[in-house]
């Protein structure tokens, strides 16, 4: 039996949703492994993806390398922050001041 699952991966300028079929039992980073984002994505280093954290849905998993896959689930590879959004939110207010 198979299930159909969607992994989703996003850059600031582009993002894709892989569409696929997997076995029962297949965890979130084995979909990741399968969706081939590193060919999709050449430009990031193959080990984000390998390493990133990951969801289901906007929810992070706790341990995605044991977490297995429903029908319909959507799996999100997320990148790490660029920048720590308490600098960020600092930043903006000491703009706003001047």
Request: overall charge positive; glycine content about 6%.
């Given at each position: 039996m198979r299930l159909a699952v969607e992994v989703a991966f996003a850059l600031p300028d582009r993002q894709r949703i892989v569409a696929l079929e997997v076995p029962?039992?297949?965890?979130?980073?084995?979909a990741v492994a399968l969706a081939g984002l590193d060919r999709l994505f050449p430009e990031v280093p193959a080990?984000?993806?390998?390493?990133a954290d990951l969801g289901i849905f906007g929810?992070?998993?706790r341990d995605p390398d044991d977490h297995r896959l429903?029908?319909?689930d959507r799996v999100e590879v997320y990148r790490p922050l660029e920048i720590d959004p308490?600098?960020?939110?600092a930043?903006?207010?000491?703009?706003a001041g001047r």
């Amino acid at each position: 039996m198979r299930l159909a699952v969607e992994v989703a991966f996003a850059l600031p300028d582009r993002q894709r949703i892989v569409a696929l079929e997997v076995p029962v039992g297949t965890t979130a980073r084995q979909a990741v492994a399968l969706a081939g984002l590193d060919r999709l994505f050449p430009e990031v280093p193959a080990a984000t993806f390998a390493e990133a954290d990951l969801g289901i849905f906007g929810k992070l998993l706790r341990d995605p390398d044991d977490h297995r896959l429903r029908a319909g689930d959507r799996v999100e590879v997320y990148r790490p922050l660029e920048i720590d959004p308490k600098a960020a939110r600092a930043r903006r207010a000491e703009r706003a001041g001047r």
